[in-house]
């Protein structure tokens, strides 16, 4: 695509900043408990500094669904297993899981040694006491990730009988769903189709446990002094807008494998100061995926700071949402015309510097498909950044909706350098190609997520990282009422193709429908506009080890620890 010269000045002069990111089945498994390193943490002070550029709203595992929330709750909590850095499940409160042989049904054994910080034992109940509540029908708000509980049989059900537009089964009694506690220390899970990726989803957050006290006090996940938790960490200080700390648990069941005494975290939304804090010392680790590196400053960190510096490609996607229900973007036409009026090669060359990928898919590489990456085995140029056929779109949408010119438009994002940099140069684009004038507005990242699921937006960037390695994490979100569905999307094909996909033990057929929904979403209905893939950038200090990133672009600073 031709370029013009005034949009590469402009964007010259905006190319400044980084980026955030908005995430098998084996018979008879069994894997021994902790990891144990052999390099032993010297006698250094053991505390971890690092940033947050956005405080999280909650630490409510049912009502999570953002990356910095991820951060802090992967330190306060357990699931059935977790996640290690090579992508693999680890035994977790779970020391071992059975798994029937037409893979529906997982026996999960839980560890006698697991604990709540209280001392109180975790046991099979209290996960089916943190599942209910997710799945309740009247919690409130309701929690966004329910749906990635429907893989249980009857959890969608139960989840929606009652509700509006809902033709499914009914199902009232939560003892119909199929998770049970045999007894403490077993779990019983009854799928309704055999998931491969089922065991991994048991480490996300929405399938945490949580302990009984929480029943009738609305304010324990903002109050640090009635959290009780099951992680290697407990939420020792949280002044809002300033700092969270979380100090080691001594009841954790592997607390000899937890170095780190303390993990502090600043609050700070600027990439500045977080590169200004890093540099003097004042921070461990900056960047991706909590904090930012101004991308004008990477080409010389990376060259002052080599062995500290970190480029690592993930499967995650930056892009652009239409409210599919709002105008004018409720016209399919108008969404295609802005969506093929941004030129991504010039963003990641000029604008983000980090290494990152134009994105024409949903669906980012890395993902696993039928035999290979989903990326390799279907390309992702749903569209082309054609502005002749952008203008065109442009008229035919307008005439179509009876305008002469658009009514005003606003772009939203949360408060980022990076996405401001990158906002505006999108913002020049739309004015010097389509000749349309777009406002772009900031929000504070927890009133940014509230607009988001009101719909309370034109446009506005998301970002999406995998929450298990399945094309389904990224396609599920769109289907029909789904709580991540911040686009007011409905399309009943698309809802069926995910619901193959879904039900479907067949790779071939799963992998096929896949294809076709993401190209509903990207090309047909133009949802959103993809703009890049990620790459994670960051600085860690030579003197600290054990993070752990995975290949989704998650961070696991659990096991960290220093060394002199």
């Known amino acids: 695509m031709k370029r013009k010269s005034s949009l590469i000045l402009l964007t010259l002069v905006l190319a400044l900043g980084s980026l955030l990111a908005a995430c098998s089945n084996n018979n008879n498994a069994q894997s021994p408990g902790g990891t144990t390193t052999n390099e032993p943490a010297a006698a250094v002070d053991q505390v971890l500094n690092i940033n947050l550029a956005a405080e999280p709203p909650t630490f409510d595992p049912a009502q999570a669904q953002d990356s910095q929330t991820n951060t802090v709750l992967k330190t306060l909590y357990e699931g059935l297993v977790r996640m290690g850095e090579d992508g693999k499940e680890q035994p977790g409160v779970a020391e071992s899981w059975d798994v029937s042989e037409d893979g529906k049904t997982y026996t999960f054994h839980l560890r006698d040694t697991a604990k709540w910080s209280n001392g109180d034992p975790v046991t099979a109940n209290d996960f089916v006491f943190a599942w ?33 537009g809902y033709k499914g089964a009914k199902v009232t009694d939560f003892a119909d769903v199929g998770v049970k506690a045999v007894d403490d220390h077993t779990l019983e899970v009854t799928l309704e189709n055999a998931t491969p990726y089922f065991l991994g989803l048991t480490s996300f957050y929405t399938y945490y446990p949580v302990h009984s006290s929480v029943k009738g006090n609305d304010k324990w996940a903002v109050n640090k002094d009635s959290m009780i938790v099951n992680g290697p960490y407990t939420l020792t200080d949280w002044t809002k807008g300033q700092q969270i700390e979380v100090s080691k648990n001594e009841n954790y069941w592997d607390k000899d494998n937890i170095k780190l005494s303390k993990i502090h975290m600043s609050l700070v939304n600027s990439g500045a100061t977080e590169l200004a804090s890093y540099q003097s010392g004042q921070l461990d680790y900056a960047g991706l995926p909590n904090g930012e590196i101004p991308t004008d400053q990477i080409p010389a960190v990376k060259q002052q700071l080599p062995d500290e510096f970190k480029v690592k490609g993930i499967a995650s996607t930056y ?218 950038v960051s600085l860690t200090k030579q003197n600290v080890k054990g993070i752990a990133l995975d290949f989704s672009g998650a961070i696991d600073f659990t096991r960290a620890y220093k060394t002199e």
Do not use: C
């Open 319 to 536: 892009y652009y949402m239409f409210n599919v229900t709002e105008k004018p973007f409720d016209n399919v036409k108008i969404r295609k015309a802005f969506a093929m009026a941004i030129n991504r090669q010039l963003i990641v060359d000029n604008v983000t510097l980090g290494g990152q990928l134009p994105a024409f898919g949903f669906v980012p590489p890395g993902i696993k498909g039928e035999n290979e990456e989903f990326r390799n085995e279907h390309e992702d140029k749903f569209f082309t950044e054609d502005l002749t056929e952008a203008k065109k779109l442009l008229q035919e949408g307008m005439a179509e909706e009876g305008y002469t010119t658009l009514p005003p438009i606003t772009l939203l994002y949360n408060s980022s350098e990076a996405h401001q940099k990158i906002a505006l140069a999108v913002a020049d684009m739309w004015k010097q190609n389509l000749g349309v004038d777009v406002q772009t507005q900031s929000q504070e990242w927890g009133v940014f997520l509230e607009n988001r699921n009101q719909l309370n937006y034109q446009v506005a960037r998301a970002g999406w990282s995998a929450d298990y390695n399945d094309p389904m994490t990224f396609m599920d979100m769109w289907t029909t009422g789904n709580g991540n569905n911040d686009a007011g999307y409905a399309n009943p094909e698309y809802d069926a193709l995910i619901k193959q996909a879904r039900t479907s033990a067949d790779p071939k057929v799963r992998n096929e429908a896949f294809a076709k929904a993401e190209k509903l979403l990207v090309q047909d209905d133009m949802v959103i506009a993809p703009i890049y893939y990620y790459s994670n």
């Open 132 to 164: 209910q509540r997710v799945l309740d029908p009247s919690t409130a708000p309701a929690p966004p990730y329910a749906y990635q509980l429907y893989y249980i049989k009857n959890a969608e059900a139960y989840n929606l009988t009652g509700t509006e």
